[in-house]
């Protein structure tokens, strides 16, 4: 077999497109391509190659262990049945349609990978290979599509201030204008750079927390947005570094107070009818959108698995601070979990949607948007009742009410979380067993890393990890 002659893995015409875009970049002044995937854990790991063997890579992969797949966020590693030994090796095969030119780190450019077994297989723990099959399911059984979006919320600190410790790089308030101005060559740079790597940017502010700001991207396909949510924060991280400054997506940087978060936001289409709008549901949601916003409600305490994944997430869901923390759905009512988005008037059929808030970027967002979606499909199949709406607060809600309405907290620690997601055979079904395993294993393994901390303690583990 020729170097030129791709084994199995590949895509038909990659070796040919990928030789024509390696003399394309090379003019460019582009030296390597960072070839990305995200583990279980939520860590965004890398491998690179030269730009000249980006035709090896896309002929034959590069390889990469599948021990990664029971990495934590510390790099220790735990194991399954499967999962966790120094045996085997995978092949990581980018994906061209994405391939991007990094506008924040001249000489690179960046791909997602699809992660191949070497007889050619797709690795069952490969979370966007699920996320693709999900959505494949969806259309061919269904007939419906998804559009799709994470927002980006993390905090910028300044570098070598006080070693690991958190000191943020602005002081101006909330939404402040101070705040704006105070980042605002570093904010220019970041907009510039995602705007030349085709990131639709809808919004940019400065948010709640100390530091903290927000970015909004355009809604896509769930598997380019899941994309975008991993090249957005690789932009990001290179963009704040050109300052001089740190930045973190950690759910939660101190012990106390407001958290990173990483918002869902997804709707389903048919035949170019956006299924949140123009029916006769309520908010103008059709019944197929009711239910399937059922089937996410129903399935959420398990969903924090995924969601909300790190010891750290439980530092930000807390009552009474927008994370969404009850099982609750409401128009526009940001205390509850699933917010209705129906958009103004003049455009509600693009942009009514569904916000899933108890999420955070400790999250694979390829695993996070593939959970949601089959909660949601389940819920659709099984044309399940959307319950009575909460307004305001839920934890304001009495016993006796929240029992009536069907209003409960989510699982409080991270071992409640994996106790719901075993007992969900819908969400163990949907990211099947050698993926379903290793989730159990990593969060179980973060869980038993967290022991005996406090809440500063647990918030100083993770807070340069994501």
Known sequence: ?????????????????????????????????????????????????????????????????????????????????VLGSPDGDLRLYPDLDRLTVLAAQPGWAWAPVDRITQEGAPHPACGRTVLRRTVAEAAARHGITFRAAVEIEWVVAREGTDGDAFVPAASGP?????????????????????????????????????????VSVGALDPV???????????????????????????PAVLGQGVGNGGHLHLSA?????????????????????????????????????????SPASRLRLRPSQWAGVFTAWGRETREAALRIVTGTTGVRDRAANLEVKPVDLAANPYLALASVIAAGLDGLSASAPLPAET???????????????????????????????????????????????????????????????DDDGVAAAYRWKY
């Open 391 to 453: 307004t305001g607060d839920p934890a304001g809600l009495g016993a006796d009410e929240a029992a009536a309405r069907g209003v409960r907290r989510l699982p409080v620690t991270l071992t409640e979380s994996v106790e719901a997601f075993r007992a969900d055979g819908v969400l163990r079904e949907a990211l099947g067993g050698v993926l379903a395993d290793a989730v159990i294993a990593v969060r179980l393994g973060e869980a038993r890393s967290a022991e005996g901390l």
């Open 174 to 214: 909330a939404y402040g204008a101070a705040r704006q101005v105070e980042l605002s060559d570093c904010a220019a740079d970041l907009l510039a750079a995602l705007a030349a790597q085709g990131v639709d940017v809808e919004q940019f502010h400065p948010e709640y927390a100390a530091g903290q700001f927000e």
């Open 224 to 250: 380019a947005a899941a994309d975008h949510s991993v090249l957005v924060r690789q932009t990001i991280r290179a963009v704040a570094r050109r300052h001089g400054l740190r930045v973190s997506f950690a």
């Open 269 to 309: 289409w048919r035949d170019g009818t956006n299924l949140h709008a123009g029916g006769t549901g309520r908010y103008g949601m059709t019944a197929e959108a009711e239910s399937f916003v059922a089937g996410v409600l129903g399935h959420l305490p398990a969903l924090t698995a995924m969601t909300a994944p």
């Open 1 to 81: 077999m020729s170097e030129s002659d791709p084994v199995p893995g590949g895509r038909p015409g990659d070796v040919e497109r990928a030789t024509a875009l390696s003399g394309e970049l090379t003019g460019q002044g582009v030296h390597g391509v960072v070839l990305a995937f995200v583990d279980t854990a939520g860590i965004a790991r890398v491998k690179t190659v030269p730009t000249a063997k980006l035709a090896a890579a896309a002929a034959w992969g590069v390889g990469m262990s599948p021990v990664f797949d029971t990495f934590l966020a510390d790099d220790s590693i735990v194991t399954t049945d």
